[in-house]
């Protein structure tokens, strides 16, 4: 099993920077990729960017160029650098991790607001 924790989310005024952390625990070595997804109040949830072992990221379009996503494997350790938010960036942001063998499954987090006013 593995448990998520997010943490970093706030209100912030539209055109600063914020940081999201989420720390994995439990079978953390049976982690094959982790990301990050968000929802907006009255939309459905959507992908943000993922981090899938061996280097390769993938990217929402509307993220694409401000946000950064990043992993510590040491510190078990998924980051969301969040460059020029917008108002439309607020939403509820959810870290995921896809387990592996022993640990497979599709684990959540319970989730950070990120409030973004102009």
């Known amino acids: 099993q593995v448990q998520l924790v997010e943490s970093g989310g706030g209100l912030v005024q539209a055109g600063v920077s914020l940081r999201l952390s989420c720390a994995a625990s439990g079978d953390s070595k049976c982690i094959a990729s982790m990301g990050w997804y968000r929802q907006a109040p009255g939309k459905e949830r959507e992908l943000v960017a993922r981090d899938i072992s061996g280097g390769s990221t993938n990217y929402a379009d509307s993220v694409k160029g401000r946000f950064t996503i990043s992993r510590d494997t040491a510190k078990n350790t998924l980051y969301l650098q969040m460059n020029s938010l917008k108002t439309e960036d607020t939403a509820v942001y959810y870290c995921?991790?896809?387990?592996?063998?022993?640990?497979?499954?599709?684990?959540w987090g319970q989730g950070t607001q990120v409030t973004v006013s102009s």
């Open positions: 995921n991790a896809v387990g592996w063998g022993a640990c497979f499954g599709d684990y």
